[in-house]
């Protein structure tokens, strides 16, 4: 199992950016596919970004159609650490973010298809 451990969120006015990170250890980071998926209040988690191991030859990311154009996923191997710089934020982007983890290839945008989660943290965009 790895654990995850969110960082980055905070409050920010509409137009603006922030930059999430999430730390992983206890596994081999690179075996791992990453996603990131959020909930707002009232409503259920979803899936938001995700990218693909790096166990390959190359990395593949997929998106959401909501933030497609405006937040990227990547990720550092040498800092065991996934991103997600988040541009143009919007309020309807408000909820608490989570990392989620799974070994293979990826990407996976399924909420059931991870196994290893992180506790989240808060991104509130003002209007």
């Known amino acids: 199992q790895v654990q995850l451990v969110e960082s980055g969120g905070g409050l920010v006015q509409a137009g603006g950016s922030l930059r999430l990170s999430c730390a992983a250890s206890?596994?081999?980071?690179?075996?791992?596919?990453m996603g990131w998926f959020r909930q707002a209040p009232g409503k259920g988690r979803e899936f938001v970004a995700a990218v693909s191991w790096s166990g390959g030859s190359f990395i593949t990311t997929d998106y959401a159609r909501s933030v497609k154009g405006r937040f990227t996923i990547s990720r550092d191997n040498a800092e065991n650490t996934v991103y997600l710089q988040m541009n143009s934020l919007k309020p309807e982007d408000t909820a608490v973010y989570y990392c989620a983890a799974r070994r293979g290839i990826g990407p996976y945008l399924g909420l059931g298809e991870y196994n290893n989660w992180g506790q989240g943290t808060q991104v509130t965009v003002s209007s």
């Open positions: 206890g596994g081999t980071f690179s075996m791992y596919a």
